[in-house]
């Protein structure tokens, strides 16, 4: 499996014939621009002005999921866990290709007390916010890691160079995160390429480099 970050808090999730995009950007919210893309699935967590609300993200007739529940596409097992926080509607959604799941907890609010690794089964890769107006304080989500005990932790959701605007300054940088787990010195790459028998051991937080193009205007 190949996963890019484009910015905020979209995702690329490719693996085999699948892809999969999590919460797509608006140019307009983020001043940054995705490439042309093709999906089989795309996953919108929220109602927030950063992300696409429709099919937007390129050709092909991928399916949509924005709602809780559980899925099948192509052979991909999705599960949408509704969070909420001071009545902002989020969608957390666990994607299962075929024995690799990867989470995204989109604007998180809170998780519900009855979510966790035996019910979800392992998760391999999860992609966590770490700031935000509707994101719990860092110990908060360092809980909720250490609650879903994923093999791989890519943070999302903080202040970096091609974000503009108001939703930049609602952002802090990702060093408060990594100090809350005591992190100095992250992995950092481009794209996250892993298999199942290549997952670490003990849990491993990976920093993504953004390639969404900045765009002026």
């Given at each position: 499996m190949d996963i890019t970050w484009y910015g905020f808090s979209c995702f690329r999730l490719r693996e085999r014939r699948v892809t999969a995009i999590c919460d797509p950007l608006s140019r307009k919210a983020t001043g940054i621009q995705l490439p042309k893309m093709q999906a089989d699935i795309v996953t919108i967590s929220s109602d927030s002005s950063a992300q696409v609300q429709d099919t937007g993200v390129g050709g092909g007739e991928p399916k949509i999921l924005r709602r809780p529940g559980d899925y099948e596409v192509k052979q991909v097992l999705v599960t949408g866990l509704s969070t909420s926080l001071n009545g902002t509607r989020n969608v957390v959604f666990f994607l299962d290709f075929d024995g690799l799941t990867v989470g995204h907890?989109?604007?998180?609010?809170?998780?519900p007390?009855?979510?966790?690794?035996?019910?979800?089964?392992?998760?391999?890769?999860?992609?966590?916010?770490v700031s935000g107006p509707h994101i719990p304080d860092v110990s908060r989500i360092a809980e909720v890691i250490s609650q879903l005990d994923p093999r791989?932790?890519?943070?999302?959701q903080y202040r970096h160079e091609d974000l503009r605007g108001e939703l930049s300054e609602s952002l802090e940088p990702v060093d408060?995160?990594?100090?809350?787990?005591?992190?100095?010195?992250?992995?950092?790459?481009?794209?996250?390429?892993?298999?199942?028998s290549s997952l670490p051991e003990e849990t491993q937080v990976v920093l993504l480099r953004p390639t969404g193009a900045a765009r002026a205007g």
């Open positions: 907890l989109g604007e998180l609010g809170q998780v007390a009855s979510v966790g690794g035996e019910e979800l089964g392992d998760i391999d890769v999860l992609l966590a916010p791989i932790v890519v943070p999302m408060r995160f990594l100090n809350e787990l005591g992190i100095s010195d992250p992995e950092v790459t481009d794209t996250l390429k892993l298999t199942k």
